[in-house]
C-alpha cells in the first residue's frame, strides 16, 4: 500500500514516516499544494494523509482537486481544526476520514486499516487514470476532463498503450505491431496519422497537452513534462 503523506512539519512527517515504514507501508513524502497534486497526478497514491493547514494553502484545496481529477484514493485529514464544523468541512470537501492532532499513532493505524478494509467492500472500476483522461476497459469508453472522446477502435488500441506505459516512449515501430501486426510495411507513415488524430481528439482545446513526440524516437503520454526536446 502506497501512502503520501503531506505535512508541512518537517518533525510529524519524519514521525509518521518512521512509523508507517516500520508498520509495512511505502511511504513518501509532499509538503506543499504544489508538490501533493504534481506527485498524486503521476503515482496515484493508495492513501494519502494530508495536513489541513499548510504553508501554502488549506488542504481543502487538495482534496477538491483530487476528487474534481477522479483520482481513486482515500485522503485522511489531519489537522488541529478539530470542531464538528471543521471536521464536517473536512468530510464534505472529500476527506474519507478526519482525524484532530493531537493524535495517537495506534488510532492513526487504525483508521488506516478501517480505510483499507473498506476498499474490499467497494467495487473497483478497471479504468486507465492520466491526469484528466480516462479510459473505461470495460466500456472500451475514453473521456478527456469528463467530456467524452469518440475513438475508433485502432486509435483506443493506441491510447491504451501509452497509459498503460506512462512517461515511456513507445517507438513507432513498437506502436505498428502492436497495432496493426508484424506484417505491416514498416516504412508506413500510418502511425504517424493516427497519432495526429488523437492529438486532435485528446489535446485540441486543452492547455495541458497529454500526449508528446520525442524526435526520432517516438511517442508517449505525460501530463506535466515541458522538457525543451518534447514537442506538441
Known amino acids: 500500500m502506497k501512502i503520501l503523506i503531506v505535512e508541512d512539519d518537517h518533525k510529524l512527517a519524519d514521525f509518521l514516516t518512521r512509523g508507517l515504514t516500520s508498520e509495512g507501508y511505502s511511504t513518501d513524502r509532499a509538503s506543499s499544494i ?4 504534481s506527485y498524486v497526478r503521476q503515482y496515484q497514491p493508495d492513501l494519502i494523509i494530508l495536513d489541513r493547514l499548510l504553508d501554502d494553502g488549506d488542504g481543502l484545496q487538495v482534496c477538491r482537486d483530487i476528487r474534481h481529477l477522479k483520482i481513486p484514493c482515500k485522503i485522511l485529514m489531519l489537522s488541529a481544526l478539530s470542531d464538528v464544523e471543521d471536521r464536517v468541512l473536512g468530510l464534505r470537501t472529500g476527506a474519507d476520514d478526519y482525524l484532530g492532532k493531537p493524535f495517537h499513532f495506534e488510532e492513526l493505524l487504525a483508521r488506516i486499516e478501517a480505510l483499507t478494509q473498506r476498499n474490499h467492500f467497494e467495487q473497483v472500476k478497471n479504468e486507465l487514470i492520466i491526469a484528466d483522461l480516462r479510459f473505461d476497459l470495460d466500456l472500451l469508453e475514453v473521456s478527456r476532463a469528463n467530456q467524452s ?24 515501430e513498437r506502436i505498428l505491431n502492436h497495432v496493426w501486426g508484424i506484417l505491416e510495411d514498416p516504412s508506413t507513415n ?38 525543451s526536446n518534447l514537442s506538441t
Open 34 to 37: 504544489k508538490d501533493a497534486l
Open 149 to 172: 472522446v469518440e475513438l475508433t477502435a485502432k486509435e483506443l488500441k493506441i491510447i491504451e498503450m501509452l497509459m498503460r506505459n506512462p512517461n515511456r516512449v513507445m517507438s513507432r
Open 190 to 227: 500510418i502511425v504517424d496519422v493516427y497519432m495526429a488524430r488523437l492529438r486532435r481528439k485528446i489535446d485540441d482545446g486543452f492547455e495541458v497537452k497529454l500526449i508528446k513526440t520525442r524526435r526520432g524516437l517516438g511517442y508517449l503520454i505525460d501530463a506535466k513534462s515541458t522538457e
